[in-house]
C-alpha cells in the first residue's frame, strides 16, 4: 500500500519581489491539499496586484546545525504539474489560482512529513534569474525558474534546452560600477583594450548557450554551418552567419536599409523572425554586455579568466586555472557541442574557446568613451566580435580581447548569443 505523500500541510507565507514603480503582486492564502485517494498535490493562492509571474518551492522540516527549519526538496524533485497550473509563468487576473503538481511522478511512493508550498509572486519588470522560451510555443508562453535545478528534465539533461527551447540567463547589471577593458596582463592587444569604468543602465537576459544549430534552422529554416556531423551537429553552435544575416534579411549580405544599428532587426531577419515568434525582444548583446557577464560582474581586468582564477600562463600554452572550455585548440579543428564543459561562476557555457560571438556594437578601437554603453560610431563599418574560438590562439580567447569584423563576413568560428530586454526596466 503507498503511503500519503503529506503527512502534514502548513501554510506558506506570502513572498513577492521588490518594485518600485508599480503595486508589488502579492501571494496570500497559500493552502496545500492531497484529495483522497489521488497522488497528486493541490495547492491555490490568492494573488493580488496581477499581473505577475508565480514561481513554486515545496519544503519540509529539516533539523540544521541543531536548529529546526524549513529547507527545499530541491528543485529536480518538483517538475511535473497538470496542464492549466498557473506556476512558472506570468499569471493574469487577481484572485485564486490553482497549481497541481505531479508528485507521484517526481517522488513515487514517497512522503514528505511536514510538508509546505512557497509561492512567490514577481513584478513583470523583476522577473527570476531564468527564462526558457519555446521555439515551437505559443507568443509570450515562455516560463521563468529561480534557478537551473527546477528545469524540467534538467538544463544538460533535457536536449531540448539547446535544439528547440532557448535558456536565458538574468544579469543584474543595473548601475553596478566595473572596469571594462584589461590592465595588467603581459600579453594585452594595449590598442584595442583600454581600461575604463563602466556602467550598464539594465538588466538583461543572456544566453545560457551560444545558439545551436538547431536553434538557428528551426527559426531561419536553413544551416549553412562548416561543422555537421552525422550525429551530434544540432548541439553545436550555429556558425558562418555574418551580423548582417542575424539582423538583416535572411542571406543578406549588406547592411540593409542603410545602417541597422541601432533600428530594429530588419523584417524577415533572424531576429525579426524570433521576435515575431515569442513576443519577445531578442538582439544580440552589446559588448559592454557581453563582456561584464563573461566577467562575473566585478571582477578586475585580464589578468584573471571569467572564473576568478589568476592566469599562469601567458601565450599558446594551456593554462592550468583555465576551465576547460578555454583551453586552447581544447575542440581540435572543430566547435563543440555547447555544454559540453565547465560553465562560469553565472552559468554560462561557451563564453570562450568555441566560436567568436557576434555582439551589436561598431568596432572603434578605444570606446572608454561609451562606458560600458552600445557604441554607435560607424566610422569603421566593422561590427565587434567576443570571445575568441577554438581554432584561435590563447591570447585571443580572453574576457577582454575585442575584434572587429565587417558584417557581410563569415566565416566556420563566426557565431553568436543572444540576449533579451523585454520587460525588464
Known amino acids: 500500500?503507498?503511503?500519503?505523500?503529506?503527512?502534514?500541510?502548513?501554510?506558506?507565507?506570502?513572498?513577492?519581489?521588490?518594485?518600485?514603480?508599480?503595486?508589488?503582486?502579492?501571494?496570500t492564502s497559500v493552502m496545500i491539499s492531497q484529495p483522497s485517494g489521488?497522488?497528486?498535490?493541490?495547492?491555490?493562492?490568492?494573488?493580488?496586484?496581477?499581473p505577475a509571474v508565480v514561481t513554486l518551492d515545496i519544503q519540509t522540516n529539516a533539523v540544521v546545525e541543531g536548529e529546526a527549519e524549513?529547507?527545499?526538496?530541491?528543485?529536480?524533485?518538483?517538475?511535473?504539474?497538470?496542464?492549466?497550473?498557473?506556476?512558472?509563468?506570468?499569471?493574469?487576473?487577481?484572485?485564486l489560482h490553482t497549481i497541481v503538481w505531479n508528485a507521484e511522478t517526481d517522488l513515487p511512493g514517497l512522503r514528505i512529513p511536514g510538508a509546505r508550498a512557497v509561492v512567490t509572486a514577481w513584478a513583470t519588470d523583476d522577473t527570476p534569474d531564468y527564462m526558457v522560451v519555446d521555439l515551437n510555443g505559443e507568443?509570450?508562453?515562455?516560463?521563468?525558474?529561480?534557478?537551473?535545478?527546477?528545469?524540467?528534465?534538467?538544463?544538460?539533461?533535457?536536449a531540448?534546452?539547446?535544439?528547440?527551447?532557448?535558456?536565458?540567463?538574468?544579469?543584474?547589471?543595473?548601475?553596478?560600477p566595473w572596469t571594462m577593458g584589461s590592465i595588467f596582463e603581459a600579453n594585452r592587444y594595449a590598442d584595442r583594450e583600454f581600461p575604463h569604468a563602466a556602467v550598464l543602465t539594465n538588466d538583461f537576459y543572456l544566453g545560457v548557450f551560444p545558439v545551436t544549430q538547431a536553434q538557428w534552422a528551426n527559426v531561419a529554416g536553413y544551416n549553412n554551418s562548416n561543422y555537421k556531423t552525422t550525429s551530434d551537429r544540432d548541439?553545436?553552435?550555429?556558425?558562418?552567419?555574418?551580423?548582417?544575416?542575424?539582423?538583416?534579411?535572411?542571406?543578406?549580405?549588406?547592411?540593409?536599409?542603410?545602417?541597422?544599428?541601432?533600428?530594429?532587426?530588419?523584417?524577415?531577419?533572424?531576429?525579426?523572425?524570433?521576435?515575431s515568434r515569442t513576443g519577445l525582444d531578442f538582439d544580440l548583446p552589446t559588448e559592454g554586455e557581453w563582456e561584464f557577464a563573461c566577467r562575473v560582474g566585478g571582477l578586475i581586468g585580464d589578468g584573471r579568466w571569467n572564473t576568478g582564477k589568476p592566469r599562469l600562463v601567458i601565450g599558446d600554452a594551456a593554462d592550468a586555472n583555465m576551465p576547460g572550455a578555454n583551453k586552447y585548440n581544447g575542440y581540435g579543428s572543430n566547435s563543440a557541442a555547447v555544454g559540453l564543459?565547465?560553465?562560469?561562476?553565472?552559468?554560462?557555457?561557451d563564453m570562450h574557446g568555441n566560436v567568436w560571438e557576434w555582439c551589436l556594437d561598431y568596432y572603434k578601437a578605444d570606446v572608454s568613451a561609451f562606458a560600458g554603453r552600445l557604441c554607435n560610431n560607424s566610422g569603421s563599418g566593422q561590427r565587434v566580435q567576443r570571445g575568441g574560438c577554438a581554432g584561435t590562439s590563447l591570447q585571443n580567447n580572453r574576457t577582454a580581447n575585442r575584434y572587429?569584423?565587417?558584417?557581410?563576413?563569415?566565416?566556420?568560428?563566426?557565431?553568436?548569443?543572444?540576449?533579451?530586454?523585454?520587460?525588464?526596466?
Open 38 to 50: 489521488s497522488r497528486d498535490v493541490v495547492i491555490s493562492y490568492a494573488l493580488a496586484n496581477a
Open 1 to 27: 500500500m503507498k503511503r500519503s505523500l503529506l503527512h502534514s500541510v502548513a501554510l506558506a507565507a506570502a513572498l513577492s519581489a521588490p518594485v518600485v514603480f508599480a503595486a508589488t503582486p502579492q501571494v
Open 139 to 158: 507568443a509570450n508562453s515562455q516560463r521563468y525558474y529561480t534557478s537551473t535545478n527546477f528545469l524540467p528534465g534538467g538544463l544538460l539533461g533535457d
Open 341 to 349: 564543459f565547465a560553465p562560469n561562476a553565472w552559468g554560462l557555457y
Open 235 to 275: 548541439l553545436h553552435p550555429v556558425e558562418q552567419v555574418c551580423y548582417n544575416e542575424i539582423r538583416c534579411a535572411a542571406g543578406n549580405t549588406t547592411d540593409a536599409a542603410g545602417g541597422l544599428y541601432p533600428a530594429a532587426p530588419y523584417e524577415g531577419s533572424f531576429l525579426d523572425t524570433l521576435n
Open 160 to 176: 531540448s534546452y539547446r535544439t528547440s527551447k532557448l535558456v536565458m540567463r538574468r544579469i543584474h547589471a543595473k548601475n553596478i
Open 404 to 425: 572587429g569584423l565587417a558584417p557581410n563576413n563569415r566565416g566556420k568560428w563566426y557565431g553568436l548569443r543572444l540576449a533579451c530586454r523585454a520587460g525588464l526596466k
Open 70 to 95: 524549513w529547507v527545499s526538496i530541491g528543485g529536480e524533485r518538483i517538475q511535473s504539474f497538470s496542464a492549466g497550473s498557473d506556476v512558472w509563468k506570468k499569471v493574469e487576473g487577481n484572485g
